[in-house]
């Protein structure tokens, strides 16, 4: 029966690898499962050995992403086992909250990322020190400068930017003007996430407005879009949250579209 099951993980190819160094965040955001009270984060074990790092490379890949609940770049040693993944012929990206004061030497390794997802939910630096308890805007967009700083010098195109925006009660009014924050930082996509409530955030989904706020809050957000997609930039609504904005449009019974 063993046997059976090993068979059928076997697969003929890795097409795409994605790795989490590590469950442990440096942040803890009202939003995230990170945060509850019962949460233990843990850090993968010897992925810095040599053996390691040979056994990706011979995988053939398409690409690499190292993402999951914590954050990558807490791990000890992340930037050298980063190092010796980017450079070469796979794309590699990270999905970070970027919010650390790095090194030089970690900023020359995030500079040869071909790219970087970034968390970041608003262009206010009360709001996001608010909603990601830990993190500070102003740190995360100079850390974006030196990124790009690092990337000139070495004389390598920077890595694509993408912002993850957490949709939430706190952030939607002032999405259009966060679109425009994010445009003069050289985003070139935006991922609106939807929001899972849990028992401990104080967020509220914006589906759960009701009347004029709802209606607001569309607003807000089409001109945000409009905006964003006149640049022709990539836009990604996630699943799950155009539905439940459709449905509280409907159940407010108010003149109202999401464009998106």
């Known amino acids: 029966m063993v046997a059976d099951i ?9 097409e795409h690898l994605f790795l989490e160094l590590t469950s442990r965040c440096n942040l803890k ?3 995230c499962a990170v945060s509850g009270p019962t949460y233990k984060g843990e850090d993968l074990v010897d992925f810095n050995s040599p053996q390691m790092i040979q056994s990706i490379h011979r995988l053939g ?3 690499i992403q190292l993402n999951g609940h914590g954050e990558t770049t807490i791990v000890d040693d992340w930037y050298r086992f980063a190092r010796s993944l980017c450079g070469g012929r796979v794309p590699v990206v990270m999905t970070t909250n970027l919010c650390k004061q790095y090194t030089d030497e970690e900023i020359d390794v995030l500079a040869r990322f071909s790219g970087l997802s970034i968390s970041c939910d608003t262009h206010d630096a009360k709001t996001f020190k608010m909603i990601r308890r830990g993190g500070n805007l102003r740190q995360l967009v100079y ?3 030196r990124i790009r700083t690092s ?3 070495q004389n390598h195109q920077a890595p694509f930017i993408a912002w993850n925006c957490v949709m939430n009660d706190r952030v939607v009014l002032d999405f259009p003007e966060y679109c425009r924050f994010a445009a003069l930082s050289h985003v070139g996509r935006l991922v609106l996430c939807n929001l899972v409530v849990y028992p401990w955030s104080e967020l509220r989904h914006v589906s759960d407005l009701n009347g004029e706020d709802l209606r607001r809050a569309i607003e807000a957000l089409n001109d945000g879009i409009s905006f ?3 640049l022709n930039r990539e836009f990604v609504m996630m699943g799950g949250l ?5 449905e509280a449009i ?3 019974g108010i003149d109202a579209t999401l464009h998106y």
């Open 151 to 153: 990337a000139l010098r």
């Open 242 to 246: 155009p539905e439940q904005l459709s």
């Open 250 to 252: 409907k159940r407010e």
């Open 228 to 230: 964003w997609r006149g």
């Open 6 to 14: 090993e068979s059928l993980l076997e697969v003929p190819r890795v």
């Open 61 to 63: 890949l398409s690409s």
């Open 143 to 145: 850390n974006m400068l």
């Open 29 to 31: 955001c009202k939003y």
